[in-house]
């Protein structure tokens, strides 16, 4: 996770308020599913999203978000667990989707094996979300002119091609964040390594749906 002050300025940048409706998208450790629970308070509702595609990964994802939604203090975290793309029937409609150091796995084999495109899920995610809702992505940079093609090999994806890929299913940009940029980083190395992992260099958007 981030120093406090980063939390906070990420918090503020998705437009998560008390009563606040937020769908947290393949929720790793459950840290972001946490914090957003203590913000919306008991008039608000976290749906904590695991992907069916990576609910067999060997850290039991869905059974850590339902531990987590048995903490004191969760009744506002519902754990769903479905094919990515049934995203729009698993979850009610939300005034924010957070997708964090995700976007990039929309274009690995992973994903896409069940029928998962990123067009499709940027359409699922326009469809629930209510009119004025915001879909904020956070993810690995890649370097300018690769596109999506080290999102497979560096879980990487530019910039650029997200903001397209989102547009072109009708989201408008309402704001993008330098907050998490590392110019150090070469963007030639896969996040995992330990000589980047934790301080690549990562990008913020905002989409509103108008």
Not at 15 to 35: M, Q
Not at 58 to 86: F, T
Request: hydrophobic fraction near 40%; charged fraction near 25%.
């Amino acid at each position: 996770m981030y120093d406090q002050s980063k939390l906070s300025e990420l918090i503020r940048f998705a437009c998560v308020d008390a009563g606040s409706t937020v769908i947290d998208v393949y929720p790793g450790d459950g840290d972001w599913t946490r914090l957003f629970s203590d913000i919306v308070g008991p008039e608000g509702r976290v749906y904590s999203f695991v992907p069916a595609e990576v609910a067999h990964f060997n850290n039991d994802p869905v059974g850590r978000m339902r531990r987590l939604a048995k903490e004191p203090g969760r009744e506002n975290v519902e754990v769903v667990s479905a094919d990515l793309m049934a995203l729009p029937e698993a979850t009610q409609p939300a005034d924010v989707l957070w997708l964090h150091l995700f976007y990039h796995d929309l274009h690995t084999s992973l994903i896409q094996a069940r029928g998962a495109t990123a067009a499709l899920f940027n359409q699922a995610v326009f469809e629930r979300l209510k009119p004025g809702g915001f879909y904020v992505i956070v993810d690995h940079a890649a370097a300018v002119g690769v596109g999506t093609n080290d999102a497979e090999s560096l879980h990487r994806i530019e910039p650029v091609s997200v903001r397209e890929e989102v547009e072109a299913a009708g989201f408008v940009l309402d704001a993008e964040s330098t907050l998490l940029a590392d110019k150090e980083d070469t963007h030639s190395i896969k996040v995992f390594d330990p000589s980047i992992k934790g301080e690549t260099d990562r990008f913020a958007y905002r989409f509103v749906k108008r």
